[in-house]
């Protein structure tokens, strides 16, 4: 397969083929979308400052990314998810590669003033954010002067562990996505996919399972177990001790999660693996979630995510 380079700030990302999504899983995962909405924003109610997303539209943000191993036509796509993204990052990709995606914009124009604004100190985010925000001919907020400029509407990329010192609850107040709740994966218990785990208690070793934090993001402290992976020594995989002892060495909360295998697939000579990352717009004026492309993630590893060695590719219906 041929690829190409190109930048996200600081992020090299390999870009493979496109694909292609038949229109029935396209619908089959805005019901799963829907779905998952309902359930995020009636948690999401009971933070302390409810963004605006929820206040004034009923979902939990306007913009979501769904990840989730492959399926076919006839496969139920809630049992393949790894998680439901409500403030998703890596659009930029598509947008480089198919800037005609940008139209996904239109279900928001001359509805809603946005502005955005990013807390993550990070090169790539700054980027992948200020890209996929003039795509939506949306406003541009500087870290240092966001309380100063707040429009109707924000699109904030970054948490409290971004930044110490911006009032988080007034950006909060004009939010379109999660702020001081991004990350956590309450949902996932919610719908019946994850459980909540004590950092003593006995794991099911003799089965694949993965673990995770129940607030986090960017892949850290996600640990993958499968015991049959990992006498082939597959790299992805922990080891028994290391997960044991980072669960006690923390006093974080986790979840377990059942293992679901991603596409295995061999490109240019290495066996890897292979999920796939599709964003949703919800219409405010028609109230639905509308499908705005996707990107196919490779990795020589089971534990797939935009790594240097992972090659991205657009996936379409």
């Not at 397969?1 to 996200?8: S, V």
């Not at 998703?88 to 914009?105: C, D, R």
């Not at 925000?133 to 541009?140: C, H, R, V």
């Not at 960017?218 to 790299?235: G, Q």
């Amino acid at each position: 397969m041929e690829t190409t380079q190109i930048q996200i700030g600081n992020w090299p990302v390999q870009i493979g083929e496109t694909r292609f999504l038949e229109e029935k899983q396209k619908n089959e995962l805005v019901k799963l979308v829907t779905n998952w909405a309902r359930v995020e924003v009636s948690l999401r109610k009971k933070d302390l400052v409810p963004i605006s997303a929820v206040r004034n539209f009923g979902v939990p943000t306007i913009f979501c990314r769904v990840d989730l191993a492959p399926f076919v036509v006839g496969e139920y796509p809630i049992n393949k998810v790894y998680e439901i993204e409500a403030r998703p990052a890596g659009f930029s990709i598509l947008l480089n590669i198919f800037p005609k995606l940008k139209s996904i914009g239109s279900i928001w124009e001359n509805h809603l003033p946005i502005s955005a604004v990013v807390l993550d100190s990070r090169q790539d985010a700054a980027e992948d954010t200020r890209i996929f925000s003039e795509a939506m001919n949306w406003g541009w907020l500087e870290q240092n002067n966001c309380e100063n400029n707040f429009s109707e509407c924000m699109w904030v990329r970054g948490s409290e562990l971004d930044i110490k010192n911006v009032d988080l609850a007034k950006l909060e107040e004009k939010a379109l996505a999660p702020v001081t709740s991004h990350g956590d994966k309450n949902y996932l218990v919610e719908m019946n996919l994850a459980k909540k785990i004590g950092n003593h208690d006995k794991l099911p070793w003799d089965e694949p399972f993965v673990i995770k934090p129940l607030k986090g993001s960017k892949c850290d402290n996600v640990f993958l177990w499968h015991p049959a992976e990992r006498k082939k020594n597959t790299s992805g995989i922990y080891t028994r001790t290391k997960i044991s002892n980072s669960l006690l060495d923390t006093d974080r909360q986790f979840i377990l999660q059942p293992f679901i295998f991603p596409g295995r697939e061999e490109i240019n000579g290495k066996e890897g693996f292979t999920i796939w990352r599709i964003y949703f717009g919800y219409d405010i004026q028609n109230r639905k979630w509308i499908f705005a492309g996707g990107l196919w993630n490779w990795r020589p590893c089971l534990k797939v995510h935009g790594a240097s060695d992972g090659i991205s590719g657009p996936l379409l219906v």
